[in-house]
């Protein structure tokens, strides 16, 4: 239906490494969001992407929608234990008044 | 500025209670939603409130109610309580119901 499946679940780097994570639909998305959790918070929202093949970056976060709107992905460069926590796509669902969250990727870094 | 308030921050009760949480927006924001969040798992959409009516609406039984007052505060209700309800209870409000949300810190529900 209009879930969303977020890949990989859950993911350990070394402190420096790159990381991504992947957010799919087998629908067409109207827009995707993506939170940040940090272990024992609340999500915070980090970006919303509307346009097809839209790249957006935020410092060392690369956010990327695909050019036929079912897929996103956020990249990270150079990790940081800042870093740390669980990251959500999340999808409107047709009509617009429900949001719909993915499984997360939760990003352990390791100094 | 305030962000989103929700009260209280924890509460422990017990099978077959009820329990009403709140929820206070951002300032300006006319539209809360409610999420259910159990460890290890993305948030559940429960309910969407914009200008004190029922926009949407979750999966979830009939034990779940809320409601959206004229300031734009909310709650929610949940009835006769099971196990399978501890949760941490996410409340997020938002301009309109299609803008990016801004959560609270969560009600943290427990049954005994």
């Known amino acids: 239906g209009q879930q969303v499946m977020q890949i990989p679940q859950y993911q350990h780097v070394q402190e420096g490494e790159d990381f991504t994570t992947y957010c799919n639909s087998s629908?067409?998305?109207?827009?995707i969001q993506w939170y940040k959790q940090r272990p024992g918070g609340h999500p915070v929202f980090l970006i919303q992407?509307?346009?097809?093949?839209e790249v957006k970056k935020q410092k060392r976060l690369t956010f990327q929608f695909g050019e036929a709107k079912k897929n996103s992905s956020l990249h990270i460069t150079a990790t940081q234990t800042t870093d740390v926590g669980t990251y959500f796509c999340?999808?409107?669902?047709?009509?617009?008044?429900?949001?719909?969250f993915g499984a997360g990727t939760r990003l352990f870094v390791k100094a | 500025d305030a962000g989103v308030t929700q009260s209280p921050t924890h509460l422990i009760k017990t099978r077959g209670q009820q329990v009403t949480l709140r929820c206070s927006p951002i300032?300006?924001?006319?539209?809360v939603s409610w999420y259910q969040q159990v460890l290890g798992q993305g948030p559940q959409f429960i309910f969407q409130?914009?200008?004190?009516?029922?926009?949407g609406r979750g999966n979830f039984p009939d034990r779940f109610s809320a409601r959206q007052f004229p300031n734009y505060s909310s709650e929610l209700n949940v009835n006769a309580l099971l196990l399978g309800d501890s949760a941490l209870y996410l409340c997020?409000?938002?301009?309109?119901?299609?803008?990016?949300?801004?959560f609270g810190d969560g009600t943290r529900l427990s049954i005994l």
């Open positions: 992407l509307v346009k097809s093949g």
């Open positions: 629908t067409t998305l109207s827009n």
């Open positions: 997020a409000s938002s301009l309109s119901g299609d803008q990016p949300q801004h």
């Open positions: 999340a999808r409107h669902h047709t009509g617009g008044f429900k949001t719909i």
């Open positions: 300032s300006g924001h006319k539209s």
């Open positions: 409130y914009y200008e004190k009516e029922e926009r």
